[in-house]
């Protein structure tokens, strides 16, 4: 079996509406790309990163850690995950997943503002 490390950020989003708008890509990235202010997606400059391959990030919604049990290899991450989460003892609900592929983000971090918060949990290797 081949294994793989995705790295795992959990947050707290007002909205749906806010936290699709903050992670999926920005449909003028590619027509405005030589701009230096221009990042594929509010997450990635979020994160300092301009640009980075969107086929290997996986992300959602959801009312409670449970309902992410149906994503991606789950079964692997999802113990670990809850474990660095009460590790870190959050001080928010948690609402929303974001996970990719190590290494897409070289700088990954945590971010709060007034409209969201969002916890880098670091990296969770998984069998494929």
Do not use: C
């Not at 947050?11 to 230096?36: H, K, L, P």
């Not at 509010?42 to 980075?52: H, I, N, R």
């Not at 897409?104 to 945590?110: E, G, L, N």
């Amino acid at each position: 079996m081949n294994k793989q490390i995705l790295d795992f950020w959990v947050g707290n989003f007002q909205t749906e509406e806010d936290f699709y708008n903050f992670v999926e890509e920005d449909e003028n990235y590619y027509t405005n790309e030589e701009s230096d202010d221009s990042y594929i997606s509010k997450f990635a400059e979020s994160q300092d990163t301009v640009w980075f391959d969107q086929d290997l990030l996986e992300y959602g919604f959801e009312e409670g850690i449970q309902h992410f049990a149906e994503y991606s290899f789950a079964e692997q991450w999802l113990p670990v995950l809850v474990n660095r989460m009460n590790e870190m003892n959050l001080k928010f609900e948690v609402n929303s997943l974001i996970f990719v592929s190590h290494g897409q983000i070289p700088q990954p971090k945590s971010v709060e503002n007034d409209d969201f918060s969002l916890s880098y949990l670091g990296g969770i290797e998984f069998e494929f």
